[in-house]
């Protein structure tokens, strides 16, 4: 089984989910699709579909503004919720130290985490990306629980850019070695229909984290169906 995970990011909304779900729920496979919306998109009709959320508070309460709990989530029916995405990293300033601690509240909750980690273009370019890695790792997973590692190479987000098999490899596996525990390891970055299966069959990878193309069923269903 391998895990396809759609993150729409800030798009999308209530006809537009429903449509994608239903079409989604017509398609018989063996793996395990997961669609990551915005909050406000989080109740509502799923068609049998696993539903995450994008982000979630390091604090189960209180006066943090704007800000949405495990608890909460978990009221919802949430399975599944995106922690440390290169774009919290990048816009919100998010260390590795409250990455794992958003981490740990949502396995706390009985929420699995996607903990995405990834290198930026200067330390790729630099050689620096395995040491990135594993200093990610050793500081942004929980230290029990169930939880899924997504590499995401940072210079790849929304770029049309992909690695070669042989740098994903590289990274997966580094991420392998350094896993207390067996955990499923996704690969997110431009991922689109024409080098998903691709992709979803390197060594060591157990699924897909997919962004742009996760928003319309013309692009998003045929990575489902390839990978079946």
């Excluded at 209530?14 to 398609?27: H, P, Q, R, V």
Aim: proline share 4%; hydrophobic share 40%; aromatic share 6%.
């Amino acid at each position: 089984m391998k895990f396809i995970i759609g993150n729409w990011k800030m798009n999308g909304n209530m006809d537009e989910k429903e449509s994608l779900l239903s079409a989604i729920s017509g398609i018989k496979t063996k793996n395990k699709v997961v669609l990551c919306l915005p909050y406000t998109l989080l109740y509502g009709e799923n068609f049998g579909i696993s539903i995450g959320a994008q982000d979630v508070s390091n604090h189960d309460k209180g006066s943090f503004t704007g800000d949405i709990s495990a608890s909460m989530l978990k009221d919802a029916n949430i399975q599944y919720v995106i922690v440390g995405h290169s774009d919290r990293r990048l816009y919100h300033n998010e260390t590795n130290e409250l990455v794992k601690e958003k981490a740990t509240i949502a396995i706390k909750n009985g929420i699995i985490p996607i903990v995405c980690v990834g290198e930026t273009i200067e330390e790729k370019n630099s050689g620096h990306t395995t040491s990135v890695i594993k200093k990610m790792l050793l500081e942004s997973i929980p230290k029990d629980g169930e939880y899924i590692i997504a590499y995401e190479p940072r210079w790849a987000i929304g770029s049309g850019l992909t690695p070669t098999n042989n740098e994903i490899v590289t990274a997966v596996k580094t991420i392998f070695d350094n896993l207390p525990n067996p955990m499923p390891i996704l690969y997110g970055g431009s991922v689109n229909q024409d080098n998903a299966l691709d992709i979803a069959t390197i060594p060591y990878i157990d699924g897909l984290l997919i962004g742009g193309a996760s928003l319309k069923s013309e692009t998003f269903l045929p990575i489902i169906k390839s990978i079946n």
